[in-house]
């Protein structure tokens, strides 16, 4: 009985005391642009470090701003993106993309503490955040 009580109790001691240091940073807030990744089309593609300033911030009212466009994966701050978030989702939905003919949806992730969004490419390509 002892040996089963001691176990009882070292199992719970252990799940106190779990790791939280993965525990993903909120979405609201804002991001910079740390790597991208742009596969050759086998599969290869890795991330590489971003030479942006492009960043984007999201907001509690399931809006975001981003002074790079979302429209393309083009690193260029040509002109201001903005669009609402759904996080039961994990999209983001982009305003004014392609003469509003059709509303675009980019899956986003939280990985490592890093918020990466996909876009819409032949081969995988990919834009990877870190919150400011």
């Known amino acids: 009985m002892k040996k089963l009580l001691f176990l ?3 199992i719970i001691l252990i799940s106190a005391c779990e790791d939280d ?3 993903s940073p909120q ?4 991001w910079q642009l740390s790597e991208v990744l742009n596969d050759p089309g086998d599969g290869s593609g890795t991330f590489q470090p ?8 999201f907001f509690a009212d399931g809006t975001f701003k981003s002074p790079g466009t979302f ?10 993106s903005t669009g609402t978030y759904d996080k039961a ?3 983001l939905i982009v305003d004014d993309c392609f003469l509003n003919e ?18 819409m490419c032949i081969e995988r390509c990919a834009k990877k ?3 400011r």
Do not use: H
């Not at 979405?27 to 804002?30: D, K, N």
């Not at 942006?52 to 911030?57: A, L, P, R, V, Y």
């Open 50 to 57: 971003a030479d942006s300033d492009q960043s984007i911030e």
């Open 129 to 131: 955040y870190q919150k």
């Open 71 to 80: 429209c393309t994966t083009t690193l260029a701050l040509l002109t201001e």
């Open 102 to 119: 059709v509303q675009i949806e980019y899956p986003y992730k939280m990985e490592d503490g890093n918020l990466i969004i996909e876009f």
């Open 8 to 10: 009882f109790v070292s």
């Open 21 to 23: 240091s993965d525990v």
């Open 27 to 30: 979405l609201e807030g804002a």
């Open 89 to 91: 989702r994990s999209v």
